[in-house]
C-alpha cells in the first residue's frame, strides 16, 4: 500500500522537540568517550558530538543536555538510566543499542537509525522523528507522550504494554508491526501503512484507532469478517 498524502498533520498539542540550539556557542569533539574520561562528569551539555564511532560500549546513567549527536555511529550501546534533554540527533545510527529506562525530552532525531533497539520502560516526551528507521525496534512498558513521527519505517517493530498520548503520524510504515496491550485509540493511522499489523487475540487495542476505509477492511479480515461489494 502507498501513502495517502495528505495537509499539515494538526497535532492535540503543540510539539516542538529541541529547542533551538547555536551550534557556535558548542564545544565540538569527536571522541566522547575520551571526553566523559578526562571530564569525570556524567552532565555532559553544550557539545556537539561528530563523527565518532563505537561499538559495544557503556554509555548507562550519563546526563546529556543542549548536545548535537552528528553523524555518530553507536552501534550496540549501552544508554540505560541516561538522560537526554534539548538534544538533537542528526545523521547518525543507533542500531542495536538500548535506550532502557532512559527519558528524552524535547529531542529532534533527523536521518537516523535505531533498527532493532530497546526502549524498555522508556520516557519520551515532546520528541519529533523524520526521516529515520526504527524497523524491528522493541518498545515494551514505555510512555510516549507528544510525539510526532514523519516519513519513517517502524516495519515489524513492537509495542507491549505502552502508554501512548498524543501520538501523531505521517507516513509511517508499521508493516508487521506488533501492539500487544497497548491501546491505539484517538491516533490516526490514515496516512501511514499497517499491513499485516498485528494485535492481541482480544484486539483491545484497536478501539478507537482512526484509520481509512483500506486499512478497516485489513483489519476486518484479521476479525474474520469478509466485507462484500454491492
Known amino acids: 500500500m502507498a501513502y495517502k498524502k495528505k495537509g499539515k498533520v494538526k497535532t492535540k498539542k503543540d510539539i516542538t522537540g529541541s529547542i533551538e540550539i547555536d551550534e557556535n556557542s558548542?564545544?565540538?569533539?569527536?571522541?566522547?568517550n575520551l571526553y566523559i574520561e578526562k571530564n569525570k562528569e556524567t552532565y555532559i551539555e553544550l557539545i556537539q558530538i561528530e563523527k565518532c564511532k563505537y561499538s559495544d560500549i557503556d554509555f548507562s546513567f550519563l546526563n546529556f543536555e543542549l548536545c548535537i549527536f552528528k553523524d555518530c555511529v553507536?552501534?550496540?550501546?549501552d544508554f540505560e538510566n541516561s538522560t537526554f534533554l534539548n538534544c538533537k540527533f542528526i545523521d547518525c545510527d543507533f542500531s542495536s543499542s538500548k535506550f532502557n529506562k532512559t527519558h528524552l525530552d524535547k529531542i529532534n532525531i533527523n536521518t537516523c537509525k535505531f533498527i532493532g533497539n530497546s526502549f524498555t520502560?522508556?520516557?519520551?516526551?515532546?520528541?519529533?522523528?523524520?526521516?529515520?528507521?526504527f524497523n524491528y525496534s522493541s518498545q515494551f512498558e514505555s510512555k510516549i507522550v507528544d510525539l510526532f513521527i514523519e516519513k519513517c519505517t517502524f516495519i515489524e517493530a513492537f509495542f507491549n504494554s505502552c502508554e501512548l498520548i498524543n501520538f501523531n503520524l505521517n507516513?509511517?510504515?508499521?508493516?508487521?508491526t506488533e501492539f500487544f496491550n497497548t491501546l491505539l485509540k484517538d491516533i490516526d493511522f490514515t496516512t501511514s501503512i499497517i499491513d499485516n499489523i498485528q494485535f492481541s487475540k482480544d484486539m483491545v487495542e484497536i478501539k478507537?484507532?482512526?484509520v481509512d476505509t483500506y486499512q478497516a477492511a485489513?483489519?476486518?479480515s484479521i476479525l474474520g469478517i469478509i466485507i462484500k461489494d454491492f
Open 74 to 77: 553507536f552501534n550496540s550501546c
Open 121 to 133: 520502560s522508556a520516557k519520551l516526551e515532546n520528541v519529533i522523528i523524520k526521516d529515520s528507521n
Open 26 to 32: 558548542l564545544t565540538k569533539i569527536n571522541d566522547l
Open 208 to 210: 478507537g484507532i482512526i
Open 218 to 220: 485489513n483489519i476486518a
Open 171 to 176: 507516513e509511517v510504515d508499521f508493516s508487521k
